[in-house]
């Protein structure tokens, strides 16, 4: 099992931008599929984005054109950039890595954007 360790979130006004990182404890050359899923409260957690081992991204239709993920493979490490933050974009973020033997989850980091 690899650890991700989830780091950038915070609070930011509407219009500004964050950037989160995921760090792997291992290789991320492993993985079929590295992401980002959120979870606001009372709703249920969906995709944000993903990036699969041949750097093939998708992303959910209300960040498109304003998130952008990506990854470092020397430093195990995928990032989200956000810019062009809204309020609704409020909720914890969760890392995942899939692999074939079943899928890792980080702890998750809070974001909050006020208006």
């Known amino acids: 099992q690899v650890q991700l360790v989830e780091s950038g979130g915070g609070l930011v006004q509407a219009g500004g931008s964050l950037r989160l990182s995921c760090a792997a404890s291992?290789?991320?050359?492993?993985?079929?599929?590295m992401g980002w899923y959120r979870q606001a409260p009372g709703k249920q957690r969906d995709l944000v984005a993903s990036?699969?081992?041949?750097?093939?991204?998708n992303y959910a239709d209300s960040v498109k054109g304003r998130f952008t993920i990506s990854k470092n493979n020397a430093k195990n490490t995928v990032y989200l950039q956000m810019n062009s933050l809204k309020p609704e974009d409020t909720a914890v973020y969760f890392c995942?890595?899939?692999?074939?033997?079943?899928?890792?989850w980080g702890r998750g980091t809070q974001v909050t954007v006020s208006s």
């Open positions: 990036i699969t081992s041949a750097d093939s991204t």
């Open positions: 995942y890595a899939r692999r074939v033997l079943g899928t890792d």
């Open positions: 291992g290789s991320i050359f492993s993985f079929n599929a």
